[in-house]
Every structure is written in C-alpha cells, then in structure tokens.
C-alpha cells in the first residue's frame, strides 16, 4: 500500500512550476508583448492603414515597411504613400520616427515624445478650374458639429520635431495659364514644444522657393496660452515668383528683382479666443525691379526700395516705420490720342475674361473683412531719390518727349491723422534745361491740400516748340522761365500761386523768312497773383528789358504775323456729323486781370514794308515808357507814356490814356514824332503821290479820341526844308500838280503847317481809320513845298526858324535827340561867325512845370513811405503797401477829410455782377487821392527857378562839351517865365549878340 503522503508531494514539474510561476508568467508576458510589438503591431499598421484611409479619406494608401520596438518605444513607417482619385500622388514621405519617453510621460503625467522625425515630407496641392482645392475633399462634407466649450488641450511634450528634406508642388489651374511651382526643399526643427501650461519651446523653419528664394523663420513658442516671437528672413527673387502666378490679374511683366526682408514678430493669444501680432524691426530691401509690357516697352523700375525700422500692431491697426525709400525709379509714361495716360491701363487689374467668373466652391468660407478702426500710419520719412521721368506725348503728329532727372522727394511726419501738415521738400531737374524746387507742406486727409515756396530756375522755353508749332509758325530760340513765389492747392481753391516770374533772353524766329521776330533781355512780372477757380490774375508791376520786334509787309501787302498763324486742319465730315454739338457751358464770373503798371526800357522795334515801290525799312530804338495800372473791372483809364529815337536823331513819344475794359468807349491817344528825316519815306510818296521826297524833316503831333464809339481825330504835321525829288509812275498814285501846290501852302518862312482833323462813328460801315489817314496823307502831300527857309537868317547863315527854340517836357531838364541836333547844328553857325555870342536863358513855365513837380513831389512822398516800410525789390505785396501809403498820406494831409466817405464816391456794382454788389473801384479811387495830394504840394519860385537853371546849364554844356563851343561864347541868360506850347512843350529861346 502507497505512503499517503508521497502521493500528496508534487512532481518536480508542477514543483517548478509552482515556484517559477510568476516569473515565467511574466516571461510569457513579455515574449508575448514582444511578439505583438515586432510582429503583430507592424502586420496591423501596414493592414489598416490602407483601409483607414480608404474608408475615411476616399484614397489609397500605402506604406513600404513598419517597423515597432516595443521596449524602445519606437515607430518607424517608411515609404509612406497616399494616392489621389486619379491615381496621381498626393502626400508621403520616406520615413516617420516616433520616439516615445514612457518614463518621462509618466512622470510628467503627459504624453512624451523625445523624438519626432518625418523624413522627405511631401503634399501635392491643387486648385482647379471649378476654384475648388484638393486637400478640402478630405474633409467629410456634412453639417458641422455644435460649437462646444474648448477643453483644455491635451497634456503633450514633444522634445525634438524635425522635418528634412521637404517638398510642397502646388498647381493651380484657375489662371488662363495654369500655374505650378514647388516649394522646398524645407526643414523645420521644434525643439521642447508643449502644451503644458507657459512650456517654451523653439523653432526653425528654412523653406527654399522654386525662384531661389529662401525663407528662414526662428523663435520661441509656447502653446498653452498661444504665444510666438522670433525672426522672419526671405531673401531671393521673390516678386518674380510672385508676378509669374498673378500674371492674369496684371498688364504687364515683371523682370529681375531681388528681396531681402528681416523682422521680429510676436504673436500671442488672447482670452477670447482672439489672435493679436505684431511686427518690429522691419526691414525690407526690393532691388533691381523692372516692369514692361509689349505696348510700352519698360516703363517702370527702380533701384531699390526700402524700408527701414518698420512695425505693425494687429488688432490695433497701427502701422509705422522710420523711413521708406525708393531710389533709382525710372517711370516712363505715353499720352495717347484720347488724352489717356498708357499707365492708367498698364498698371490697372486686367479685366475679367469674358462670361461669368467661376464661383467660389461651397465648401470653402468667405473671409469677412477684419473689424476695427482704420488703420493708423506713421512714417518718419517717405522719400524718392535720384528718380527719372519720361512722358512722351504721343497725341502728336509727331511725339514729343518730355523728362525729368534727379528727381528727389522727401516728405516727412507722415500719418494718416486728419489734418496733419506733413513737411515736403521737392528738387527736380528738367531734361531739356532748368531747375525746380518745392517746400512746404502737405495735407492727405481728410482733403489734399499743398502749401509751399516753389522756385524755378533755368527752365527753357524751347522745350514748349512742339506746341507753339501747333498754332504759330515761330522758333524759340532761346530763353528761360523762373519763378519764386507761394504755391497754393486744396479745397477752396485748386491752384494759386503768389510770387514773382521772370522770362529771361526770349529770343524767337521767324520760320518763314528766317529772321529774328520778338525778343527781349528780361519780362519780369513782380508779385504775380493767379487763382485757377478764382479765374483772377493780378502783377503789382510788369518790367519789360530790351524787348525787340520786328515787322514786316511783303509784297502783296501780307505781313508776317499773319502768315506765322497756322491755320487748324479741317475736321473729317463724317466726324463732324457723328459728333453731337456741344451743349455750351453756363457762362461764369468773366476772368478779372489786373496789372498794376507795365514798364518798357530799352526797346528795338524793326520796320519792313516791301509793298511798295520803292523797298522801305524804318528802326525805333531806345523805346521807353509805362502803362499804368490796368484792371478789366475799373472805369479809370490807363494812362500811357512811350519814347523812342528814330534813327539819329528821330524822336517818337506815344502818350494818353485808354480805359482797358471798354476802349471803344474811352481812349485818348496821342501819338508824336519829331524830326523825322522824310527822304526814308519816298517808297510811300510815290505810292500816293508819285513823287520822291529828296530831303526834309517832318513832325507829327496825332491825337484820337474815342467816347462812346465816337472817334475824333486831330493830326497836325510840321515839315521842314522839304525838297520833292523825281516823278516816279504808280498806278495807285494821283495825279495833283505838286509843285504849284507846295508854293501856295507855303508860309513866308518857308514852313508847311498843316491840320487834319479825323472825325466818325466807329459804328458806320464806310467809316475806317486807315482810309481817312489815307486821303488826309494825300492832302498833305499835295502840299509839301520844296524852297528853303531861314532860321538865324543872314546873320548865321543857318535855315529853319526854329533851329534857336529849345523844347522841354514840362518838369524835365533833360535834352531830347532833336534838340541836340539843335545845338549841334548852332555849333556850326558859331564856328563860322566867330564874333557871336549865344544867351542861354533859363526858362520855366510857373503853371506847367509846377503841376509836373508838385506830382513829383507827391509820388516822392509816397515812395519814401514805401522805403521807410522796407518793401521788397521784388514788388511782392507793393500794391497794397502803396495803397496804405497813399491813404496814410492823405490822411496826414487832409486831417478834415473822411476816406470813408470819399471812397462812397467810388462804390458801383461792376457791370458783369448779376447780383449788383458795389464793389470799390479802386484804381479810381486811388487816382483822386494821388491827384489830391499832388496839389497839395508847395512849389516855389526858387524851385521854378532852379528848374530854369537847370534847363540853362544842360544846353550850355551841350553847346560846349559836344558842340566845342569856347565858353566864353556862351553867356547864361536870367530868369524867363514862359507859356506852355501846344500843351506839351516848356521852349528856352536862344539869343544872339557880339563878342563884345
């Protein structure tokens, strides 16, 4: 019988088994852990997978091999493959490495990755023609789930991210040409990113464009709560990239261009779910940029433009920067035909090809504008250096070009405040010659407005040919433009400038003949007052130096100023009939001008007449004078005073005065010449008398008078030593018996005086000035006698009576060329009778000559006042400076008298104010107050005396310094008062006696 309690022990099996039970369960444990880490996880991956995507993504998949360390913790997926509908491939990548820190995700309660590695990453991105985009059909379509409160984010460390070797095509087939390019390669380094509460971590990003362009971005990131800084830097030929995939959208092509930007970002979260950003340290540099098209060629480039410590804040709306720079810019510009600018086509969006646009795919969320203020921008400065323009108008028979070289603009303090004034300096050189130059400021909001001193300097006249052309036929040979004054534009008025302008050596031809027409040293307008929408102009003074004109009469009797007119093409018939007639504008206010006085010195005008028998030409030299204040609103005339040498000693005065406004109401001019040598005028002789003129002088005093269109004229013709030389056939030429003629009309001194009074209505079709001249000439021709006569008679042997009166302008001391011939010409008669002796007296006018002086003393009054005040050279702000100091003046003068009153007399509604507002004529009331002060004036006898002196001691010195007459010979007479002759002259009346 067994031992009970052998049978009870166990087998050295179940012994061992027994004691080694836990520790083999956990070798079993482990070898099956294994087992499903290396063998079954990799089988289950690589057999889902597919199906996953399959089922979820509509797309194939694939992977080559997965490999799963179960006790490393590591997953390796390599030739990782997802497949599009059409067989093409959408995404992969070479290899995926997940590196798992199970004690580290332990300890830390989070999900730990110490390594995640995609190696070769790639994704095809596309956009078709319906505008849709291929990774959104990934997304299952379908309602969207509720919105819920966001949980915390899951509990993540991911201690190392990289990705290598990237690649990202990208096509879109929405533009006429498809677009495709490819990003990469790219590589992104993550180092300690989590979504632990304030975890920071880093990252790189290095991204290289198909162009070449290489985009770097570095930082700090921290995910729970949302923030990231760091620094973005692209270099390389970015826009062109840009360009070739916006190239439907623009006119033009885009060359070269190189970019190079570096910036410091900041991004943060907010707790309402917002983003805000911001962007410091900016710069940006854009170089070597070209634009062009196959119409206009290049047109638009520049150098480099940059910007230099720029920022933005987002949501804040605020933008600003140190400075923005664009160098080197070379803008070219045509005009067309329509008076279109090229650019406004070139540079505008490209229109939308014909039909309806593609609607954009449903599943995709229209972006709603950003909310907020406007944007507020502030930049130091805002500048354009060394830039080049180029307008070329092309609306020509023949295209002009137009340019402008270094050009440089800086404008300062920008921003968008309303009303802020920002600083603006201006510079700009002129291809074709000439300087300009502006500084001020500027207004953009909320109107433009421009405030600043411009100054123009050398700007050539010859660069406006191409259009003078157009209406004249006359060359600009030379001459400058400048101006320097206040340039004015905003709201209440689009234009206005204030300041001076100077015209300077205009010097023009004629290209018909080929002669010189019009020119002059210097045209000055001194403070020059112009309103575009105020439709006024305004010059203190006009100062014309050395003007020269010239005047020519062909042979069939057309001059040259009327064939310089080109006349305009006539327009094409069926032009005319498809153009509806304009529906005229409704007239406004009349343009106002106003010129305070017009200066002439120095002047040459050049006289040709080729239609007559004989070839005439006739020089006025030394031409002086003014006009006084000119206003197209006042009723006061403008008063005239002109002077001129006729060859040697000719004299030509143009004298009166003519209301501007309406000068067939009022105008009373008087034009005079005084020894005119006659034999010149033989080609007119013939004409109208058939005869020569041998020899004479003539004197013409010629007054017309116009009232109410009413002319009456007054000519009263002296001539001297006249001698009719040989006949001379014309057909236009009557038949008068000249000779017996001139005996009859003769006086006893051998003098013909004659008077031809003009009178009509201007109104009367058979009244015409130049037909009365004309039978008024014939008369006087017929009258023209040819014996000699004496002056100083046997005594001198000299002939004309009056070679001993001496004329003087009333106030004036001065000699004038006839009689220095005078003098000349006694001299003579001296050195032949050596035993003469000549009285000089010293005559004066006390009524003439005192009401000459007294205004003189009166405007010297005045000027003094001006001086006292300081008044500029240049004549800016004179007229009203003048106008305070005459009615200062006044009121010193006549204490007892109100201005106020006196100006009453002078209040009338202007006739073009429809509203019959009484406005000031001020030049009327200007010219009392002159005319009162000048009588005020005291002259007194020794000052009459004086000014007889005076007269005395000019022909004295005449006599003996040009005439060479001993001054023993000439003695100094007393004293003479004498009556004004013919209204115009003040006559000293030389004597004679004996040596002894």
Same mark, same amino acid.
């Given at each position: 019988m067994a031992n009970p309690a052998a049978v009870n022990e166990p087998g050295p099996v179940r012994g061992f088994l027994r004691r080694w039970r836990w520790p083999l369960a956990g070798l079993l444990g482990l070898v099956l852990y294994a087992l499903a880490g290396y063998v079954l996880a990799p089988w289950l991956i690589a057999r889902e997978l597919p199906k996953i995507a399959r089922e979820t993504l509509g797309r194939e998949a694939s992977v080559a091999a997965v490999e799963v360390d179960p006790f490393a913790f590591t997953l390796r997926l390599t030739g990782l493959r997802l497949k599009d509908t059409d067989g093409s491939l959408l995404a992969g990548l070479d290899e995926l490495y997940v590196d798992l820190a199970a004690g580290a995700s332990i300890v830390g309660r989070a999900l730990t990755l110490a390594e995640l590695r995609l190696d070769a990453p790639y994704l095809n991105v596309m956009r078709g023609r319906d505008g849709a985009i291929n990774l959104l059909h990934l997304v299952p379509s379908g309602p969207a789930p509720a919105a819920e409160a966001p949980d915390a984010p899951p509990r993540l460390v991911v201690r190392a991210l990289r990705l290598s070797r990237g690649a990202l095509d990208f096509t879109d087939a929405l533009p006429a040409d498809v677009f495709h390019?490819?990003?990469?390669?790219?590589?992104?380094?993550?180092?300690?990113?989590?979504?632990?509460?304030?975890?920071?971590?880093?990252?790189?990003?290095?991204?290289?464009?198909?162009?070449?362009?290489?985009?770097?971005?570095?930082?700090?990131?921290?995910?729970?709560?949302?923030?990231?800084?760091?620094?973005?830097?692209?270099?390389?030929?970015?826009?062109?990239?840009?360009?070739?995939?916006?190239?439907?959208?623009?006119?033009?092509?885009?060359?070269?261009?190189?970019?190079?930007?570096?910036?410091?970002?900041?991004?943060?979260?907010? +707790?309402?779910? /917002?983003?805000?950003? !911001?962007? @410091?340290? &900016?710069?940006? %540099?854009?170089?070597?940029? #070209?634009?062009? $098209? +196959?119409?206009? /060629?290049?047109?638009? !480039?520049? @150098?480099? &433009?940059?910007? %230099?410590?720029?920022?933005? #804040?987002?949501? $804040?709306?605020?933008?600003?920067?140190?400075?923005?720079?664009?160098?080197?810019?070379?803008?070219?510009?045509?005009?067309?035909?329509?008076?279109?600018?090229?650019?406004?086509?070139?540079?505008?969006?490209?229109?939308?090809?014909?039909?309806?646009?593609?609607?954009?795919?449903?599943?995709?969320a229209p972006v709603a504008p950003a909310s907020g203020s406007d944007w507020a921008v502030r930049i130091g400065e805002v500048s354009l250096a060394d830039a080049a323009l180029e307008l070329t108008d092309a609306a020509r028979p023949q295209p002009v070009q137009l340019t402008v070289a270094d050009l440089d603009v800086a404008l300062r303090e920008v921003t968008t405040e309303p009303g802020a004034r920002l600083p603006l300096e201006a510079a700009a050189r002129l291809g074709a010659g000439g300087d300009i130059r502006l500084a001020g400021t500027v207004a953009l909001l909320p109107e433009f407005s421009l405030d600043g001193e411009l100054k123009a300097e050398g700007i050539a006249l010859a660069q406006a040919q191409p259009y003078v052309s157009d209406i004249a036929r006359i060359a600009i040979r030379g001459g400058t433009l400048a101006l320097d004054g206040h340039l004015a534009s905003g709201t209440g008025e689009s234009l206005a400038f204030e300041g001076d302008l100077r015209v300077r050596d205009l010097d023009t031809e004629d290209m018909i003949k080929?002669?010189?027409?019009?020119?002059?040293?210097?045209?000055?307008?001194?403070?020059?007052?112009f309103q575009l929408d105020g439709n006024r102009a305004r010059v203190t003074r006009v100062r014309l130096e050395r003007p020269f004109g010239r005047i020519y009469i062909a042979r069939d009797q057309s001059t040259n100023i009327g064939d310089l007119f080109v006349e305009a093409p006539p327009a094409a018939a069926g032009a005319a009939e498809a153009t509806p007639p304009a529906t005229p504008a409704p007239a406004g206010e009349p343009f106002r001008a106003r010129v305070g006085t017009v200066r002439v010195r120095n002047g040459e005008v050049d006289f040709t007449d080729l239609s007559l028998p004989l070839p005439f030409a006739a020089r006025v030299e030394d031409l002086k004078g003014e006009v006084t204040t000119i206003d197209t609103r006042s009723t006061a005339p403008s008063r005239l005073a002109f002077e001129g040498r006729v060859d040697?000693?000719?004299?030509?005065?143009?004298?009166?005065?003519?209301?501007?406004?309406?000068?067939?109401?009022?105008?009373?001019?008087?034009?005079?010449?005084?020894?005119?040598?006659?034999?010149?005028?033989?080609?007119?002789?013939?004409?109208?008398?058939?005869?020569?003129?041998?020899?004479?002088?003539?004197?013409?005093?010629?007054?017309?008078?116009?009232?109410?269109?009413?002319?009456?004229?007054?000519?009263?013709?002296?001539?001297?030593?006249?001698?009719?030389?040989?006949?001379?056939?014309h057909p236009d030429a009557v038949d008068l018996p000249l000779g017996l003629a001139v005996a009859l009309l003769k006086d006893a001194n051998g003098r013909i005086d004659v008077d031809m009074p003009v009178s009509g209505s201007l109104d009367d079709p058979q009244f015409g000035i130049g037909s009365v001249l004309w039978k008024a000439f014939i008369n006087l021709v017929t009258r023209v006698a040819t014996a000699p006569f004496r002056l100083l008679g046997s005594l001198l042997g000299m002939e004309?009576?009056?070679?001993?009166?001496?004329?003087?302008?009333?106030?004036?001391?001065?000699?004038?060329?006839?009689?220095?011939?005078?003098?000349?010409?006694?001299?003579?008669?001296?050195?032949?009778?050596?035993?003469?002796?000549?009285?000089?007296?010293?005559?004066?006018?006390?009524?003439?000559?005192?009401?000459?002086?007294?205004?003189?003393?009166?405007?010297?009054?005045?000027?003094?006042?001006?001086?006292?005040?300081?008044?500029?050279?240049?004549?800016?702000?004179?007229?009203?400076?003048?106008?305070?100091?005459?009615?200062?003046?006044?009121?010193?003068?006549?204490?007892?008298?109100?201005?106020?009153?006196?100006?009453?007399?002078?209040?009338?509604?202007?006739?073009?104010?429809?509203?019959?507002?009484?406005?000031?004529?001020?030049?009327a009331y200007l010219d009392r107050l002159r005319a009162d002060l000048a009588a005020a004036q005291v002259v007194t006898g020794e000052e009459l005396a004086a000014l007889g002196t005076a007269r005395a001691e000019a022909i004295a010195t005449a006599l003996t310094t040009v005439g060479q007459v001993p001054i023993g010979r000439v003695k100094s007479g007393d004293s003479r008062q004498v009556t004004v002759r013919d209204g115009a002259w003040i006559s000293a009346e030389l004597g004679l006696a004996g040596a002894h």
């Amino acid at each position: 019988m067994a031992n009970p309690a052998a049978v009870n022990e166990p087998g050295p099996v179940r012994g061992f088994l027994r004691r080694w039970r836990w520790p083999l369960a956990g070798l079993l444990g482990l070898v099956l852990y294994a087992l499903a880490g290396y063998v079954l996880a990799p089988w289950l991956i690589a057999r889902e997978l597919p199906k996953i995507a399959r089922e979820t993504l509509g797309r194939e998949a694939s992977v080559a091999a997965v490999e799963v360390d179960p006790f490393a913790f590591t997953l390796r997926l390599t030739g990782l493959r997802l497949k599009d509908t059409d067989g093409s491939l959408l995404a992969g990548l070479d290899e995926l490495y997940v590196d798992l820190a199970a004690g580290a995700s332990i300890v830390g309660r989070a999900l730990t990755l110490a390594e995640l590695r995609l190696d070769a990453p790639y994704l095809n991105v596309m956009r078709g023609r319906d505008g849709a985009i291929n990774l959104l059909h990934l997304v299952p379509s379908g309602p969207a789930p509720a919105a819920e409160a966001p949980d915390a984010p899951p509990r993540l460390v991911v201690r190392a991210l990289r990705l290598s070797r990237g690649a990202l095509d990208f096509t879109d087939a929405l533009p006429a040409d498809v677009f495709h390019t490819r990003v990469g390669p790219f590589d992104v380094a993550l180092d300690e990113i989590s979504t632990l509460p304030d975890a920071t971590g880093r990252h790189q990003l290095a991204i290289t464009l198909e162009s070449g362009t290489r985009i770097t971005v570095a930082g700090d990131l921290v995910i729970n709560p949302l923030r990231a800084s760091g620094e973005i830097g692209v270099q390389g030929p970015f826009l062109g990239l840009l360009h070739r995939y916006l190239r439907d959208q623009f006119q033009f092509d885009l060359a070269g261009g190189t970019t190079d930007i570096g910036l410091r970002f900041d991004l943060r979260g907010t +707790p309402d779910g /917002g983003v805000e950003a !911001g962007i @410091s340290d &900016l710069t940006a %540099a854009f170089r070597d940029v #070209r634009l062009s $098209a +196959p119409s206009a /060629g290049e047109f638009l !480039g520049w @150098s480099e &433009l940059r910007i %230099a410590g720029g920022a933005l #804040r987002w949501p $804040a709306n605020e933008v600003s920067a140190q400075a923005v720079t664009l160098g080197g810019l070379i803008l070219r510009a045509r005009l067309g035909a329509g008076g279109r600018i090229d650019l406004e086509d070139l540079l505008a969006p490209a229109e939308a090809a014909a039909g309806t646009p593609p609607a954009a795919p449903a599943d995709i969320a229209p972006v709603a504008p950003a909310s907020g203020s406007d944007w507020a921008v502030r930049i130091g400065e805002v500048s354009l250096a060394d830039a080049a323009l180029e307008l070329t108008d092309a609306a020509r028979p023949q295209p002009v070009q137009l340019t402008v070289a270094d050009l440089d603009v800086a404008l300062r303090e920008v921003t968008t405040e309303p009303g802020a004034r920002l600083p603006l300096e201006a510079a700009a050189r002129l291809g074709a010659g000439g300087d300009i130059r502006l500084a001020g400021t500027v207004a953009l909001l909320p109107e433009f407005s421009l405030d600043g001193e411009l100054k123009a300097e050398g700007i050539a006249l010859a660069q406006a040919q191409p259009y003078v052309s157009d209406i004249a036929r006359i060359a600009i040979r030379g001459g400058t433009l400048a101006l320097d004054g206040h340039l004015a534009s905003g709201t209440g008025e689009s234009l206005a400038f204030e300041g001076d302008l100077r015209v300077r050596d205009l010097d023009t031809e004629d290209m018909i003949k080929r002669e010189r027409l019009l020119a002059w040293r210097e045209l000055a307008l001194d403070d020059l007052e112009f309103q575009l929408d105020g439709n006024r102009a305004r010059v203190t003074r006009v100062r014309l130096e050395r003007p020269f004109g010239r005047i020519y009469i062909a042979r069939d009797q057309s001059t040259n100023i009327g064939d310089l007119f080109v006349e305009a093409p006539p327009a094409a018939a069926g032009a005319a009939e498809a153009t509806p007639p304009a529906t005229p504008a409704p007239a406004g206010e009349p343009f106002r001008a106003r010129v305070g006085t017009v200066r002439v010195r120095n002047g040459e005008v050049d006289f040709t007449d080729l239609s007559l028998p004989l070839p005439f030409a006739a020089r006025v030299e030394d031409l002086k004078g003014e006009v006084t204040t000119i206003d197209t609103r006042s009723t006061a005339p403008s008063r005239l005073a002109f002077e001129g040498r006729v060859d040697r000693y000719g004299l030509a005065q143009v004298g009166g005065e003519v209301r501007i406004s309406s000068p067939t109401d009022l105008a009373d001019v008087t034009v005079l010449f005084r020894n005119i040598e006659m034999a010149p005028l033989s080609p007119y002789t013939v004409k109208f008398a058939g005869r020569k003129i041998a020899r004479g002088r003539i004197n013409l005093d010629l007054r017309y008078q116009l009232a109410d269109r009413q002319m009456v004229g007054t000519n009263k013709i002296v001539i001297d030593e006249l001698e009719l030389g040989e006949k001379v056939p014309h057909p236009d030429a009557v038949d008068l018996p000249l000779g017996l003629a001139v005996a009859l009309l003769k006086d006893a001194n051998g003098r013909i005086d004659v008077d031809m009074p003009v009178s009509g209505s201007l109104d009367d079709p058979q009244f015409g000035i130049g037909s009365v001249l004309w039978k008024a000439f014939i008369n006087l021709v017929t009258r023209v006698a040819t014996a000699p006569f004496r002056l100083l008679g046997s005594l001198l042997g000299m002939e004309s009576e009056d070679l001993g009166r001496i004329d003087f302008p009333p106030g004036r001391a001065d000699l004038l060329p006839p009689e220095q011939e005078k003098l000349l010409r006694v001299a003579e008669a001296l050195a032949r009778r050596p035993e003469l002796v000549v009285e000089v007296p010293a005559a004066f006018d006390p009524q003439a000559d005192a009401a000459v002086l007294r205004t003189a003393k009166a405007q010297a009054l005045i000027d003094q006042d001006l001086a006292a005040s300081g008044a500029p050279e240049s004549g800016r702000g004179l007229e009203k400076r003048t106008r305070r100091a005459i009615e200062s003046l006044y009121e010193t003068t006549f204490p007892d008298r109100d201005l106020g009153e006196l100006q009453a007399g002078f209040q009338a509604p202007p006739a073009d104010d429809p509203q019959g507002r009484p406005r000031l004529d001020e030049l009327a009331y200007l010219d009392r107050l002159r005319a009162d002060l000048a009588a005020a004036q005291v002259v007194t006898g020794e000052e009459l005396a004086a000014l007889g002196t005076a007269r005395a001691e000019a022909i004295a010195t005449a006599l003996t310094t040009v005439g060479q007459v001993p001054i023993g010979r000439v003695k100094s007479g007393d004293s003479r008062q004498v009556t004004v002759r013919d209204g115009a002259w003040i006559s000293a009346e030389l004597g004679l006696a004996g040596a002894h």
